[in-house]
Structures are given as structure tokens and as C-alpha cells.
């Protein structure tokens, strides 16, 4: 278990400089603002033109070179004794920009789709993930000045969204063991833990509003969005036989509609995103008859997502918010309007 937040280069061991920045996301697209240190933010979003509200404040991040565990339990412990479902306290955004002009038709009429590389690209148009960390309370972690020690501290204001000072306690040194020589009088300035990486990435634009093949519209809400990410990942994997794993999405909006990012988990990609709605037999109405399967659950008690449909090891902290119904629902408006002959089986 780390027990703080390493200084030292991993190549020469020697104190490296860590560059810290700022970042907040558009609560109109989810898109990614950062600024570096010492200069004043954007007031709008640079992808959707919103204007960031004062409630939206920055917080403060940096992209660590690695973590040190504690010299005092070098002997490490019991996972059997110690696990459980950990907190969810990171977040995957997209940081390339992807405004509504780089959105082209795919062969579904309603799917939009964007996709950028993760390699062999100018840097402005590469595929870039950035996920940050900011710790099971919400503030981020408070970083000691003395030593590397490092501790998850509470956010406060709107959804636990902005950091505070924090005093960090009496603690050891990771790497020697012995008690720190801080000055407790002196707040700590909390940061999040960011890392980016290139990858291939594929956007899905969904034009219209969620409705049934009837005509009734469904309620938009997190939890469509996040089963309907999920069963297009999951879908996407079962295409192009590779293990979910290999996946992953996260979801934005755009013009105030859905949008569905899956990119390769790999650094620099592996070539899945870019294949999708672009080669035969890969394509969108091949995607959603797929993710259609996931969520068509051959368990006769499933009611919301079980493990014959969308709960996988790989996104069991999403489980509280599956309902599979609704979306297959919509994805069936969606593939019938297009002119696909399919026999509807959703049922709200």
C-alpha cells in the first residue's frame, strides 16, 4: 500500500521537479480545462463556448512520477484481511477537444462519430485521456513539504468539489521510518493525482432524444448514460473478440447530447477505437446490435444488469447505476428507425 507520493526521479533517484497545474470541467460538455501554474483560467469552454460559472472552481493537480510504500510495514500485509470495494475516487475525461464540427454521419442516421489516433498524429490531434485521482474523500491528498507522506483529505462545497487547506497529523517517513520533522502550524495545500495518455479514441454523438420504439420519450439521466457506455464498451469487445479490458469509455456532452467515448486502454492505442464504424462488420449498426445483445439479458430475474448481461469485473463500481431496459429501449428506436429488421424486445 503507498504511503505517499514519490519526489525522486525513477531514473536517477535523484529530487525531480513535478510540475503542478490546475484543471475543472465543463459541467455543460465534461470537457477537461487545464492551466498551468500562475496563470488565470479560460472563461469559457474551449470545446462547447460555455462560460464557466464561479462555482466551478479549479483545483490543483500534478502528474507524479510514482509512490513510495513505508519502510515500517516492508513486509507488506494480508490483502485477504484488509480489501474491499474500493471508493470510487478517479475519473477518466477526454482532453482532446471535440467540438460538434468534427463529428461526421456513420450509417445509422441520428450516430455522429469522431475519432483521433493514438500515435503517428500531430500532437493537437491526438486521442488524449486524462484520469485524475482526487481521493476517497473528495479533496485530493494532502502532500507533506518535510517528507513524501501522503493522506487523502476531505473536499467541501457543491459534491465535495473544491479543495481546502488541510493540517496534515503527526506521521512517519516512508522511507526512513522515523517520525517527519514538520512544522504541524503550516497548512498543506491539497492536489489531485493526473495522468495522460495518448490512445486511439472513438466518439458516438446520440442526435436525438432517448425515447422508446412507441414514441415515449425516457427519462435522460446518469444512469442511462453510464449503462448505455457500458454496453457499447462491452459490445464493442464482443465485435472485435478482444477482452473488455481492453477498453474502455467514459461519457460526455455535447449541445446538451449524449456522447459515448471508447478508447483503447493501451498507451498509444492498439488500433480497437479506430476500427469501429470504420471497417466492414464494425460498423455502427454492427456496434449497437451488439451492445443490443448485452443488454437483451437471457436471465430470466435480471431487472436492472446481473452478471449474464452488464456487470464485469472491470466495471463493478458502476453496477448501483445500470438499468439495461431503458437503454435497450432506445437503442432498438434507434436501430428500427434506421430501416433494421430486428424483433424488439424491450419492456419497461
Excluded at 469559457?44 to 462555482?55: D, H, I, R, S, Y
Excluded at 454521419?105 to 500531430?122: E, M, Q, V
Excluded at 449498426?285 to 430470466?300: E, F, H, T, V, Y
Aim: with cysteine; hydrophobic share 35%; proline share 7%.
Amino acid at each position: 500500500m503507498s504511503e505517499g507520493i514519490s519526489k525522486r526521479s525513477k531514473f536517477t533517484g535523484d529530487d525531480a521537479f513535478i510540475e503542478r497545474a490546475r484543471y475543472r470541467v465543463c459541467t455543460a460538455c465534461r470537457s477537461p480545462q487545464l492551466t498551468p501554474q500562475g496563470m488565470d483560467p479560460e472563461e469559457e469552454c474551449q470545446q462547447c463556448g460555455a462560460t464557466f460559472q464561479k462555482v466551478n472552481a479549479t483545483r490543483a493537480f500534478i502528474r507524479p512520477h510514482g509512490f513510495v510504500t513505508s519502510v515500517a510495514d516492508g513486509q507488506g500485509r494480508d490483502p485477504g484481511a484488509t480489501r474491499i470495494r474500493p471508493t470510487v475516487s478517479d475519473e477518466a475525461l477526454l482532453l482532446t477537444e471535440a467540438p460538434r464540427s468534427k463529428y461526421i454521419a456513420t450509417d445509422l442516421p441520428g450516430i455522429l462519430t469522431f475519432h483521433a489516433p493514438g500515435s503517428n498524429r500531430p500532437e493537437h490531434e491526438l486521442g488524449r485521456i486524462i484520469t485524475v485521482n482526487r481521493g476517497r474523500h473528495g479533496g485530493g491528498f494532502a502532500w507533506c513539504n518535510s517528507c513524501e507522506h501522503a493522506v487523502p483529505t476531505h473536499g467541501h462545497g457543491p459534491d465535495l468539489a473544491w479543495q481546502q487547506q488541510a493540517f496534515l497529523q503527526a506521521h512517519l517517513n516512508p522511507r526512513s521510518g522515523q517520525p517527519c520533522r514538520f512544522d504541524p502550524s503550516k497548512p498543506s495545500w491539497p492536489i489531485d493525482l493526473a495522468h495522460v495518455f495518448e490512445t486511439d479514441v472513438r466518439g458516438l454523438l446520440f442526435e436525438g432524444l432517448p425515447r422508446t420504439p412507441s414514441g415515449d420519450a425516457i427519462v435522460a439521466s446518469s444512469s442511462l448514460d453510464r449503462t448505455l457506455q457500458e454496453a457499447l464498451r462491452l459490445g464493442a469487445a464482443d465485435l472485435l473478440e478482444t477482452d473488455p479490458r481492453d477498453l474502455r469509455a467514459l461519457v460526455q456532452k455535447l449541445d446538451g447530447l449524449l456522447v459515448v467515448v471508447i478508447y483503447d486502454s493501451v498507451s498509444g492505442g492498439a488500433g480497437y477505437a479506430t476500427r469501429l464504424t470504420n471497417e466492414d462488420g464494425y460498423l455502427a449498426r454492427d456496434l449497437l446490435l451488439a451492445a443490443r445483445k448485452i443488454l437483451n439479458c437471457p436471465n430470466p430475474d435480471c431487472i436492472t444488469s446481473c452478471t449474464r448481461c452488464l456487470n464485469d469485473y472491470s466495471n463493478q463500481r458502476n453496477w448501483p447505476d445500470f438499468d439495461r431496459r431503458p437503454a435497450q429501449a432506445w437503442i432498438e428506436t434507434i436501430l428500427i428507425d434506421a430501416g433494421v429488421k430486428i424483433d424488439p424486445q424491450w419492456d419497461l
